[in-house]
């Protein structure tokens, strides 16, 4: 596995704990994402080194940079449909990308002014901005938010193939770590090293209210 561990309690205790962070494991090069699938879309995408098979170009597919937030999601790989746990190597430009062309999934005042501008926004957008409560190892809320991000139409199709660097099935090691939770060992959990992430572009960053 390609991913940089350390020990959840480690890392508990100097990442922020409230406000919007985007919580990653990255480099210069780039970034990396979750996503969970059923089986036959998850095997095609770790066999082939990229989506297609039964991957849908056609609806919206959300990553999510944060692991502890896709476990959230996932239960730990433990929903139906949701078996096959992905680490997609995003490439870092790809990912300024979309945070560049994201549009929030709500109304923000501040950032379109008019709710009709919004609206029309929405409608031409191909990425897809939202932020949620973060979570911690058992599911319980936390006051830090975490971010994840929509891909559709021309976007989808970049993601799918041109914007990966490389896709790694870490369901096998989800399942040992998820152990750890069920019995209440945080003091063993190992999660993937992750610190807060900052956009190259200021006023995406101020977009994102990252500043």
């Not at 969970?36 to 170009?57: K, W």
Request: aromatic share 12%.
């Amino acid at each position: 596995m390609n991913l940089q561990l350390e020990h959840y309690k480690k890392q508990q205790k100097i990442w922020p704990q409230n406000g919007h962070h985007i919580m990653a494991q990255f480099d210069e090069e780039k970034i990396i994402v979750y996503q969970s699938y059923r089986s036959s879309i998850g095997r095609f995408a770790v066999e082939n080194q990229f989506f297609g098979g039964d991957f849908s170009l056609t609806r919206m597919t959300w990553i999510k940079p944060n692991f502890l937030w896709m476990m959230y999601r996932n239960g730990w790989g433990t929903k139906e449909g949701q078996e096959v746990i992905l680490a997609i190597h995003l490439k870092r430009k790809a990912f300024e990308r979309y945070l560049k062309k994201a549009v929030y999934s709500s109304y923000q005042e501040e950032i379109y002014g008019t709710r009709e501008a919004w609206v029309e926004q929405v409608k031409n957008s191909n990425i897809r901005l939202q932020w949620d409560p973060d979570h911690d190892p058992y599911g319980a809320k936390l006051e830090r938010r975490a971010i994840q991000l929509g891909i559709r139409n021309q976007e989808i199709e970049s993601y799918a193939k041109d914007d990966i660097l490389m896709i790694e099935d870490i369901s096998d090691f989800v399942g040992e770590q998820r152990m750890f939770v069920t019995n209440q060992s945080l003091e063993r959990l190992q999660t993937p090293l992750e610190s807060p992430y900052m956009p190259y572009d200021r006023q995406v960053a101020e977009k994102l209210k990252l500043v």
